[in-house]
């Protein structure tokens, strides 16, 4: 289907607006203005005279030649280049020819990070996008403070074109200055830069403020990255346009020249330039709205905002579009606000609640609270960004439907406004330096959210659900010998898209939780305050946070010293006790899951603590089972008695630890037989992390199969909802990796045995508690993957009624029935999933649709959803991953999901951008679970050569997971065939 395109309309701007640069320069504009680079003047002469001087020029040369050729000394040897000068980038140490600038010049400039002899202030901002043309015109003021006397400004520009530019002092008394003047502009696209020199070198003056003047010429980008397009069909089905803004981490150089890292805030004044169908949005109010220009059947409106507090760049936003909105505001009268497209305002009542009672809760614990719009963007490549003042969300993010969204999606949409509400203080408010201190944007918000929708959701038990969600998948990803300490080196904007991850969200939340655990709520809460308050509207580091925790806790905890043994390596300890005597030992060493049979062939990376960690070691016995003991270990191994007359103890109670726990002996032996007859006794959270740590220890080779299989056996008994999502998910993972191998049937048949009991309980009746409801959901899905001949029955029961009659499925049952629906009833159930696809406007709707496609049992159904993939049209960009890695998780999809991965890998580069990570994420929802030596090679070669961009991590982290499979297949699929034929009947 062709896209419905807006009509096309003649855009131009009366005198005023395209001179509007003028008034700043003090100088008329013109067609004939210099360009980027500086040109001579064209010197004209006669025919005659120029062959005359050419044959001059070709003997002269002639001559040259040969005396070169009969001075240089005649050797065997290769002329070898001396090393070069390491001064020049001393991040990488390359040579003087790596920094040659577009026009052929030396860059003056050869580190990856801007020069800190300058200090931006301000900008003003003055963009003119044309949706219909792609274009921009704009023009930046940037005010800045020189702290070292230099001729030198280096600042970052990327796809954009330089018009104009001058430099002028500022000067309080009003009188006019003339510019200084500039001798070359240049720009090395390497690093992103451009340079403006001074023909004077001590022109710029320490202690004076200076202001940068610059009109430019850029496009609107059809990535969702920059200043990009996005488009949505309304309720009459028209294709509305509209542009929107994503700059972290590094993407506003390509929407503004500007001095683009984290260190260097100012203030924001913006000025946008649209038509009358539209409205604008920047990170601040309105202040004035006026008409610029009155042409046939159309205005251009000028609207000016008011200027911002002081902010990084990667936090600037503004929206172009035709969106309706509602507001509400918070006990202190705060205005918040949403806008969506029209149509979908009724779906966004429950994340305006949820952000009026955060944003009160959130005053009250932190304080400081702005008004804040939050808006939904059709094609956005995160789940959300935190801009300062307007937050953007992908659709499913922030749109809900009571009547028609699942409990899940209910969740979701809770959970990431939480998130990106707590940035405003973490991470907006308060900003890390430099981007290897990531975590403490996305770590704290992504512990606070949780926090913060406990307290709104508290029958929700988000803190039992952040093991699941955060620790355990934390866990997962830093047992990798690929992984990366919370605090890594980055340099360029690769190494920095590469760390959006799930180290410096996730394990970045789960060490907070831990020190929290330690340092008690009340202590960690007035350390956070003493942090914002000391560090507000400015920059911090790690060490700055820890300061602020040590001095709430009156300095009895060193956090420092403890946490750095958290941050500054990777991976994390396993914990190994043994009882003798009575007497328990635990030692600690790193617990890496490995591929290779020789523990010597792993490259360990040396760090300065040695892989040794201060541990909060907490425990529970059945003597006391509610009461936690702590003790420390101090990058040490620890011993103590056994508590007198107990028969078993639980280390890292709750899992608030981040480490794991291999119990040997009769330790192993009494937990499993707690389960089996008095599993209540200990918590969900408890035993959801015995789950999680037998498989994961019998993945590293650790412990044999039967251990994870004999505790499980108690899985019959369980009920709550964080247990079973934790078995299941380690089963779906050994039944990716046994698919074709024998021990694959059994293990289904006793998975099914297992969910017999709880799939009685949960019922098909859409009711319960939000916990029940998840509960259901994961068990109906596995019963479906185990054949449960009833619950498929039941399913495509359900959508026959749907798909013939029009009966409604209810919201928490969709997921399963359209994706048994699709996956039993051949072309006509996928036929009819793709038409609700097509014309559904709830977003939570398309994306289980969009699931279910993925689990069609025809190859050449799932072939042709792929091929779907390529048109943005029909399916969105930032979908493409959904729908690789649901076809690559069906077994008559893995390795059509491959083939066309590689088929179109180059058309994927240019949808994404290398830059970004989604790149990475393809990848990994693609060859993530192949497990054989063909496989991996297949994979080897194929990106040898290839750009992966910042999605380098990713892939060796695939490739090593691919080897983890191949190493545990061999070493433990006999064991599971013999354990499931004894207990599989």
């Known amino acids: 289907m062709s896209p419905i395109k807006p009509r096309r309309m003649s855009v131009r701007m009366n005198e005023h607006d395209v001179d509007e640069v003028a008034f700043l320069t003090g100088e008329s504009t013109n067609a004939n203005k210099r360009t980027l680079y500086e040109q001579d003047r064209i010197a004209v002469c006669s025919q005659k005279r120029a062959v005359g001087v050419a044959l001059l020029v070709f003997f002269a040369l002639f001559f040259v030649a040969v005396i070169i050729a009969f001075a240089t000394p005649l050797s065997g040897c290769s002329f070898l280049t001396g090393p070069s000068d390491p001064s020049l980038n001393p991040d990488e140490g390359s040579d003087e020819h790596d920094f040659i600038s577009e026009s052929g010049e030396l860059f003056p400039w050869t580190k990856p990070r801007l020069p800190t002899d300058i200090k931006p202030t301000h900008y003003t901002i003055s963009i003119h996008p044309n949706l219909t043309t792609l274009d921009v015109t704009g023009w930046v003021v940037i005010r800045f403070e020189v702290l070292v006397e230099t001729s030198l400004i280096v600042l970052h520009s990327r796809n954009i074109t330089i018009i104009d530019k001058w430099v002028k002092e500022e000067v309080e008394d009003g009188h006019r200055v003339e510019p200084l003047n500039i001798s070359q502009l240049l720009e090395y696209r390497p690093f992103q830069m451009i340079s403006l020199e001074m023909k004077d070198e001590s022109a710029l003056i320490p202690g004076k403020n200076y202001s940068l003047g610059i009109r430019f010429h850029t496009n609107i980008s059809t990535e969702l990255e920059g200043f990009y397009l996005s488009s949505y069909v309304n309720s009459q089905g028209e ?461 590293a080779g650790l412990v044999d199969a039967n251990i994870p299989l004999e505790l499980s056996q108690y899985l019959i008994k369980e009920t709550e909802y964080v247990p079973w999502a934790t078995a299941l998910e380690h089963f779906r993972s050994w039944s990716k990796v046994l698919y074709e191998r024998k021990a694959h049937r059994p293990l289904i048949q006793y998975v099914q045995k297992l969910t017999e009991p709880i799939y009685k309980k949960v019922g098909w009746a859409d009711s319960g508690t939000h916990l029940f409801k998840l509960l259901r959901g994961e068990v109906l899905s596995t019963t479906i993957h185990c054949e449960n001949k009833d619950a498929e029955k039941e399913a495509m029961a359900r959508f026959d009624n749907w798909m013939k009659k029009g009966v409604r499925v209810p919201p928490n049952l969709r997921e399963v029935v359209y994706s048994a629906g699709v996956k039993y009833g051949g072309v006509t159930g996928w036929d009819y999933c793709w038409s609700k696809y097509n014309s559904s406007r709830v977003p939570s709707e398309k994306k289980i649709l969009l699931k279910a496609m993925g689990s069609a049992a025809d190859p050449w159904l799932l072939q042709q959803y792929l091929e779907a993939c390529l048109d943005r049209e029909v399916v969105r960009p930032q979908d493409v991953r959904t729908v690789l890695g649901v076809v690559a998780a069906n077994p008559s999809g893995r390795l059509l999901a491959w083939r066309h991965l590689r088929a179109h890998w180059f058309t994927f580069q240019s949808m994404f951008g290398e830059g970004s990570f989604t790149m990475g994420s393809l990848i990994t929802a693609v060859v993530g679970h192949f497990s054989n030596e063909f496989d991996y090679r297949e994979v080897t070669d194929f990106f040898s050569d290839k750009d992966v961009g910042s999605g380098t991590r990713a892939l060796n982290q695939s490739l090593e997971t691919i080897r983890l499979n191949m190493h545990w297949i061999q070493n433990n699929e006999d064991d599971i065939e013999k354990w499931l034929q004894v207990h599989v009947r």
């Open 239 to 699: 294709r509305r346009y509209l542009a929107t803004t994503h700059f972290e981490p590094t993407y506003a150089r390509s929407a503004f020249p500007c001095f683009d890292e984290p260190q260097f805030k100012a203030a924001f004044k913006m000025i946008i330039i649209r038509n009358q169908f539209h409205k604008s949005l920047f990170n601040m109010p309105i202040k004035k709205i006026e008409t610029v220009y009155y042409g046939y059947n159309m205005e251009l409106w000028r609207d000016e905002f008011e200027e911002s507090v002081e902010m990084s760049t990667y936090l600037v936003a503004f929206v172009i579009c035709d969106y309706e909105s509602i507001s509400n505001k918070t006990s202190k009268k705060v205005e918040v606000s949403i806008h969506t497209p029209h149509g979908l305002l009724n779906q966004a009542q429950f994340a305006l609640q949820t952000a009026v009672q955060l944003m009160d809760y959130y005053d009250e614990f932190f304080s400081i609270c702005v008004p804040t719009d939050l808006i939904a963007i059709p094609d956005f490549g995160a789940g959300a960004m935190e801009n300062w003042g307007l937050i953007t969300y992908r659709e499913t993010s922030i749109l809900y439907d009571k009547n028609e969204s699942s409990s899940a999606a209910h969740q979701w949409v809770a959970v990431v406004v939480a998130h990106e509400l707590a940035h405003q203080w973490f991470g907006n408010l308060v900003t890390m330096r430099w981007w290897n201190d990531l975590w403490l944007n996305e770590g704290f918000a992504s512990f606070v959210e949780y926090v913060g929708v406990d307290h709104i959701q508290p029958d929700w038990k988000m803190m039992e659900q952040f093991v699941l969600e955060k620790t355990q998948t934390a866990l997962a990803l830093d047992a990798l010998a690929s992984s990366h300490p919370i605090s890594v080196d980055v340099r360029d904007p690769r190494e920095i898209e590469a760390i959006f991850d799930t180290i410096s969200f996730n394990k970045g939340a789960a060490i907070l939780y831990m020190l929290e655990s330690v340092l008690g709520q009340s202590n960690m809460r007035h350390g956070l305050m003493d942090y914002l308050n000391e560090h507000k509207f400015d920059n911090a580091d790690t060490d700055d946070l820890w300061t602020a925790l040590s001095s709430s806790a009156n300095d009895s905890m060193k956090v420092k010293t403890i946490m750095d043994t958290w941050t500054l390596q990777m991976g994390y300890p396993l914990i190994r006790v043994h009882i003798e005597n009575n007497s328990i030992r635990a030692s600690q060493t790193r617990f890496l899951l490995n591929a290779y049979d020789n523990e010597t062939e792993l490259e360990h990376v040396e760090n300065q603590f040695g892989y040794k960690w201060y541990i909060p070691l907490t425990y529970v016995t059945d003597l006391k089972p509610r009461s936690m003991q702590l003790v420390w270990m101090n990058r040490t191994d620890y011993e103590f008695n056994m508590p007198f007359r107990a028969e078993w103890i639980k280390f890292n109670v709750n899992q608030t630890g981040f480490y794991r726990v291999q119990y040997e002996g009769q330790l192993w032996d009494s937990l499993v037989k707690v389960l089996l007859t008095n599993p209540f006794i200990l918590s969900p959270t408890d035993r959801a992390s015995l789950i999680d740590d037998a498989f994961t220890l019998c993945k």
